[in-house]
């Protein structure tokens, strides 16, 4: 006698199921999209082993408002902490990263084309991105975290508040942003 099949888990029976548990969306009207970032969790099987080391659980998922149909899937080293949609150009500034636990905050700048679904990770040197913003076509802010808390207790409520210009942020290469363009006095944010 066949035994019936049972169903035990049914995958993407959630909003936004290609990229986890939601952390953080945004919603822009000029593109008509939704940028999500969220998290998948760990690869873990039974005998407590985990993925190797390339497996990261974050992604940033860009919906079309009207049905939420998924145009892009990206997945991210660290956790999303920022959003920003370029006000003319097709393109989304996404800020990521976290504390590694011993000593360092680090994380990246993605550009995400909105058309194509290219990403650039700009910053040179890896490094916490905690809020990115427009202020021009031309002009980006960011909020960095300290690079460390080395004998920096108060580096959890400080940041580095940088604006990068660049012509076309469209044609920004890889790692293009370096350490002497996010220099920056701390301060409390």
Same mark, same amino acid.
């Given at each position: ?22 952390? &953080? ?14 998290? &998948?969790? /760990? ?34 080293? /660290? ?9 003319? &150009? ?8 976290? /504390? ?22 700009? &910053? ?31 580096? /959890? ?33």
């Amino acid at each position: 006698m066949t035994r019936a099949p049972m169903v035990r888990r049914v995958f993407g029976d959630s909003p936004f199921a290609g990229v986890g548990a939601p952390a &953080l969306a945004v919603a822009d009207a000029r593109s008509r999209t939704v940028a999500v970032g969220g998290y &998948l969790g /760990y690869v873990q099987w039974g005998g407590s082993g985990t993925a190797d080391s390339r497996w990261t659980g974050h992604r940033i998922g860009v919906y079309e408002q009207d049905g939420l149909r998924g145009r892009h899937l990206v997945r991210s080293e /660290y956790p999303v902490r920022s959003f920003a949609f370029h006000p003319v &150009l097709p393109l989304l500034a996404v800020g990521t990263g976290q /504390y590694d636990g011993g000593c360092f905050f680090e994380g990246e700048l993605l550009l995400i084309r909105l058309d194509s679904g290219d990403v650039v990770s700009a &910053l040179r040197h890896p490094r916490e991105v905690l809020e990115v913003e427009w202020r021009s076509e031309t002009e980006l802010r960011l909020v960095l975290a300290p690079c460390d808390d080395w004998e920096n207790p108060q580096a /959890y409520e400080q940041g580095h508040v940088v604006v990068v210009t660049r012509p076309d942020w469209g044609a920004v290469g890889r790692k293009s942003i370096g350490a002497e363009e996010v220099a920056a006095p701390v301060e409390p944010v």
